[in-house]
């Protein structure tokens, strides 16, 4: 067998870019996974992620947080400016809400999905367990695909892992959900870092949806098998396999 290397770069952009300082303004909801599996590290990441990201917005964005277990609540009706007094109300809330309880993501997602508007980013940051009605993963993330299509298709959603234990087809779902992606806050890669790599990719988009096709030869155990979105100014190292003496005689 042999290898091959692939650089992948986004079309546009400037590595110096601003974060957000040149972008236009945002609506960003944040929903805040508050079931009785967010304890300990998860939760401490949680917070600190939800910190990093609301701090890293411009004072023209407009934000709103919801706390997500058995039932779905928002930290204000509609969203608000993003400003120091809001901010703090905010983490303040989610503070208050101890993890407890069974997570209804149907209900939750649903909430979201009320007050998401196009153009809207709304970023799930938990585990992705459910607990309530079918639990199962594959069963939920058709509901929420479907969810998703019947109320309109408003906003871009994202998922956050808080820990090491997720259900990672359910992330990928909600990161599935208008082109948007999903990460997980683990390793070496702490709350802000991740809070940091999404802000860039939601202000600077560069690439989405990308598909390689080999032709010539066939390739296997390629490596990502799903492309992320890329920023402008990123890049993607992309490994595979293949056999040298495929079409010799």
């Known amino acids: 067998d042999g290898y091959f290397l692939m650089m992948l770069n986004p079309p546009g952009g400037k590595e110096d870019r601003d974060l957000v300082g040149s972008a236009e303004p945002m609506t960003v909801l944040v929903m805040a996974d508050t079931s009785g599996s967010m304890t300990g590290t998860p939760r401490e990441n949680q917070i600190r992620f939800i910190e990093a990201l609301f701090s890293s917005l411009s004072e023209k964005d407009r934000i709103n947080l919801m706390t997500c277990d058995v039932a779905s609540r928002w930290a204000f009706p ?60 594959v069963s939920f993330s058709k509901r929420l695909k479907k969810m998703f299509e019947d109320r309109g298709a408003k906003g871009t959603f994202h998922a956050i892992a808080a820990g090491s234990t997720f259900e990672s087809g359910v992330l990928r779902t909600v990161g599935s959900l208008g082109g948007g992606s999903w990460r997980a806050i683990q390793g070496e890669t702490d709350s802000a870092q991740v809070a940091h790599q999404l802000l860039k990719e939601i ?37 595979g396999r293949y056999d040298p003496r495929q079409g010799k005689a």
């Open 78 to 137: 509609q969203p608000v400016a993003n400003t120091v007094k809001s901010r703090d109300e905010m983490l303040l809330f989610l503070q208050k809400r101890h993890p407890l309880g069974w997570s209804d993501l149907d209900r939750a997602f649903a909430a979201a999905l009320d007050q998401a508007s196009p153009g809207a980013h709304i970023i799930y940051v938990g585990d992705g367990a459910v607990t309530t009605g079918d639990a199962d993963p």
């Open 203 to 239: 202000a600077s988009p560069g690439l989405k949806g990308a598909r390689i096709e080999f032709s010539g030869f066939t390739a296997a155990a390629v490596y990502p098998e799903t492309l992320p979105n890329l920023p402008e100014g990123s890049q993607q190292i992309i490994l």
